[in-house]
């Protein structure tokens, strides 16, 4: 899973999915965006707008409960 925001267009994006896919999008509203790949697998959400979204005005934190961090080699 990639996690990424650019700052300049308050975008946030979760790639669960690695490597290029043929996507269709399903809009849920204005801000939420969903990246649907074949069989139906979601393979990315997008978030507009994220600051107002997800962060109260800020940029949203990422908190990870149970998941083991590995160091980077």
Do not use: H, W
């Amino acid at each position: 899973m990639k996690i990424s925001y650019d700052a300049e267009t308050d975008a946030l994006y979760v790639r669960l999915v690695d490597g290029p896919q043929e996507c269709r999008t399903v809009r849920l509203n204005e801000e939420i965006a969903l990246n649907i790949g074949p069989g139906e697998i979601l393979v990315g959400i997008e978030v507009l707008d994220a600051k107002q979204v997800l962060g109260q005005g800020k940029i949203p934190s990422i908190e990870l409960e149970n998941v083991p961090v590995v160091a980077a080699s």
